[in-house]
């Protein structure tokens, strides 16, 4: 199995064996399991231009141990190219949500431990996200197939960098007259990072069928789909999340003018998190590329989600869906317009 280099840090004694490629069909062992890796070791493989470095396939699962373990160090080595640590976070965070959903089926809560997982994950990963240097990494994201762990993926860069952008935003977030310095956003930010992870974990209970049907879905399996945002917020009603995130995780399908579900709350009675997760989890799930219907491009899903689609632009590949006919009501204009702004930054294609 082909890695990069870039997931190795100096220090560590990685718990399987690595190999270089010394022909197109010959491999030579470069690294004993639990031996320390040393940076003149990964200075001679950058010298001899070794792009990749191979690990059994039998070892996969410890390779992927070891990337969780070290993903705040791997994403702070400034050796490592933003596309080499995008794939990283990528491939660790989707483990890491795939893991969440697996653990979940079938049970009531989710697990201490998942949750613990989980923020340690979202904490190793805010540093990265939050550079603005990460921003051009996130766009290329944009318009890949859709599916439910790397979509948690996106929802999460796109929510803490959002957020770090705006503070007014942030300070909203805990529904209190607190006074907030540094540090007390990053305390924030942080859970609401963990809220965009997990924000689909009550689909947990939809049947597999549904989730990965491959074309628009019956009147009946929407009914069912959308008691997710009530199962995922019962699985959380024991843990020890702050109140936020279990109301945003409830509320994140609420349409701001009250025609939403599953309560049909509006306005300002929807807590702000989950209005801003409404936003992200629109844009990201309209510009995903589906296996009936082609990716959004970003620019007309934002004229969508304003209420002006240009209808005369249509898709003769795509199944038509009524939803893109014009979201006007959906969502919070005022973050809508925030999350455009933010957009600017992105070099969307």
């Not at 992927?64 to 990283?88: C, F, R, V």
Request: hydrophobic share 40%.
């Amino acid at each position: 199995m082909a890695i990069s280099p870039a997931a190795i840090v100096p220090g560590t004694l990685p718990d399987f064996k690595i190999y270089i490629r010394s022909s197109p069909i010959k491999y030579v062992l470069w690294a004993l399991k639990g031996e320390t890796i040393r940076s003149e070791q990964l200075n001679k493989l950058s010298e001899g231009k070794h792009a990749e470095i191979f690990v059994d396939i039998e070892e996969a699962f410890k390779y992927e141990d070891y990337l969780e373990a070290n993903l705040g160090n791997i994403l702070g080595n400034h050796l490592s190219s933003d596309d080499q640590k995008t794939s990283i976070l990528t491939k660790v965070s989707t483990n890491v949500v795939k893991a969440a959903f697996e653990t979940s089926i079938g049970s009531s809560t989710i697990g201490a431990d998942t949750l613990r997982r989980t923020s340690k994950m979202v904490e190793n990963a805010m540093q990265f996200i939050m550079e603005a240097k990460s921003i051009p990494a996130l766009a290329k994201m944009i318009g890949h197939d859709y599916d439910s762990y790397k979509h948690a993926t996106k929802v999460l860069w796109f929510t803490v960098a959002f957020l770090q952008e705006n503070p007014d935003i942030l300070e909203r977030v805990p529904q209190g007259d607190e006074s907030f310095d540094e540090r007390h956003r990053l305390d924030i930010l942080r859970p609401c990072g963990v809220c965009a992870l997990l924000h689909d974990i009550g689909k947990a209970f939809v049947p597999l069928e549904i989730l990965h049907k491959d074309g628009p879905l019956t009147e009946l399996e929407w009914e069912i789909i959308k008691r997710h945002p009530l199962s995922g917020v019962a699985m959380l009603l024991d843990s020890d999340i702050p109140t936020f995130v279990k109301k945003a995780i409830l509320q994140h399908h609420e349409n701001f003018q009250g025609d939403g579900y599953p309560m049909r709350l509006k306005e300002q009675n929807i807590t702000i998190l989950a209005r801003v997760l409404r936003i992200i989890d629109t844009f990201d799930a309209m510009t995903s590329r589906r296996p009936y219907k082609n990716p959004v491009p970003p620019m007309r899903a934002l004229q969508i989600m304003i209420g002006t689609p240009p209808r005369e632009q249509k898709d003769p590949d795509s199944v038509e869906d009524d939803r893109d006919q014009g979201m006007r009501g959906c969502f919070d204009e005022e973050l809508l317009q925030k999350f455009i702004t933010f957009l600017g930054n992105v070099k969307l294609n």
